[in-house]
Nanobody
């Protein structure tokens, strides 16, 4: 049974930091591309960052230099370190694990950036 469990979301002030985690089970995590997407209220879901099985990373322009995606294949866990957070980063963040034959999503974790 495939499971993706996100954690680490919450309320933070502008300029603050959060670290999201996504623990995966039930698939071969190490050969998957993994990523984080987000969906703000009233907006479409968008890619935040992804990292391939080979370690190649891609970031949305809006988060470059502030967010860092990483993975620990030994722990089947994906991370997103978010620094210098802005109110416009407020959204539900979803982890995504996919390959050519599967595409799995977590349930989402809320990140709210507000003073």
């Amino acid at each position: 049974q495939v499971q993706l469990v996100e954690s680490g979301g919450g309320l933070v002030q502008p300029g603050g930091s959060l670290r999201l985690s996504c623990a995966a089970s039930g698939m071969i995590f190490s050969i998957s591309t993994v990523g984080w997407h987000r969906q703000a209220l009233g907006k479409q879901r968008e890619l935040v960052a992804r990292i391939t099985d080979g370690g190649t990373t891609t970031y949305a322009d809006s988060v470059k230099g502030r967010f860092t995606i990483s993975r620990d294949n030994a722990k089947n866990t994906l991370y997103l370190q978010m620094n210098s957070l802005k109110p416009e980063d407020t959204a539900v963040y979803y982890c995504n694990v996919y390959s050519t034959t599967y595409d799995y999503w977590g349930q989402g974790t809320q990140v709210t950036v507000s003073s």
